[in-house]
């Protein structure tokens, strides 16, 4: 079907049903970039405007967990747009005003080598072959190396940086959970019932924890703890607003209790279509909308199931 198609299609639909969810349904919803281009002035141009919008129209800083110029990719891409260490750096800043910096992580087997990821579609958990995710050449020495070299650009550039983490390709388990409890991070935004966004790890464990669709919880090792906020879903490709209700009751099931993130891309340029999700998802869906501080403040994870690392 033609996507020209599918919005009439999805305009017909919504205009004789509204998927609204369970009165009793409590959702909490917050936004989180995927901040992997702002090397790109153009593209940094667009998430301030992005994220100075949010906080203008629905009181919502953004979380934009970003990659930093010690990743291969990226300084592959400030080289193309002459964007250097420290103007990388000036962005972020920038971004700062409007929106709270995590760490985006992206990581290779080998990173010289960084661009065999883009042309190795393999791992496919989708029905559309176009959002097919793929490989994660993974080890657990290589992940270290690129970890540590992550914090290292961010301490020297000086970057306003909160312990936040997203995990690129969705890629999570153990050890990642593991170096980010040893590093103090406090917030994970990795784990998703979404199935563009599980992998192996996550789906074994939240099923296995018993955990509901959209369900935070914290997870320990020695005195460290993480809050882990899921990923309800993404909205790179949002047209319809009325979509995240449907997609949302398809995912939920019996949950009630649901707090999570938004996704996007800082690249999918479709920051109009993440607007009109979250302004939908506080009107028609009922949700109340975070931000960092409230998630930090007593009250929404106050009383979330806890585990500890080694048995989770
Ligand atoms: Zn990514």
Not at 22 to 33: A, F, I, N, S
Not at 90 to 112: C, K, Q, T, V
Not at 131 to 141: D, K, P, Q, V
Request: proline share 4%; with cysteine.
């Amino acid at each position: 079907m033609s996507s020209k198609v599918r919005h009439f299609a999805k305009k017909a639909l919504y205009a004789a049903w509204q998927p609204e969810l369970p009165r009793d349904v409590q959702l909490r919803v917050g936004m989180v970039v995927h901040t992997e281009r702002v090397y790109d002035k153009e593209i940094f141009a667009l998430t301030q405007r992005f994220a100075r919008e949010l906080q203008e129209r629905l009181s919502v800083r953004a979380i934009l967990t970003v990659m930093t110029g010690a990743n291969a990719r990226v300084r592959g891409g400030m080289a193309r747009h002459s964007c250097s260490d420290a103007m990388l750096s000036d962005r972020l800043h920038s971004l700062n005003e409007f929106a709270d910096i995590g760490l985006h992580g992206h990581y290779w087997m080998d990173p010289d080598l960084f661009w065999i990821r883009e042309q190795s579609q393999s791992r496919f958990v989708s029905h559309s072959p176009e959002l097919a995710l793929t490989t994660n050449n993974f080890a657990l020495a290589p992940f270290e190396t690129q970890f540590l070299a992550d914090l290292e650009w961010i301490d020297r550039w000086n970057v306003p940086f909160r312990k936040i983490y997203s995990a690129g390709w969705w890629f999570l388990n153990e050890n990642v959970i593991a170096a980010l409890l040893k590093h103090g991070f406090v917030f994970d935004f990795s784990v998703s019932w979404a199935p563009w966004f599980r992998n192996q790890y996550t789906h074994d464990a939240v099923v296995r924890n018993l955990l509901q669709p959209g369900q935070p919880f914290r997870l320990s090792s020695d005195k460290n703890h993480i809050n882990c906020v899921p990923t309800l879903t993404g909205c790179g490709t949002a047209d319809t607003a009325a979509d995240l209700g449907r997609i949302l009751r398809a995912q939920l099931g019996a949950s009630r209790d649901v707090t999570g993130a938004l996704c996007i891309h800082d690249y999918d340029r479709n920051y109009d279509g993440c607007l009109a999700w979250l302004e939908y998802a506080a009107e028609s869906l009922r949700a109340s909308l975070w931000s960092l501080e409230s998630l930090e403040s007593p009250g929404i994870l106050d009383r979330v199931p806890e585990f500890d690392l080694s048995t989770f």
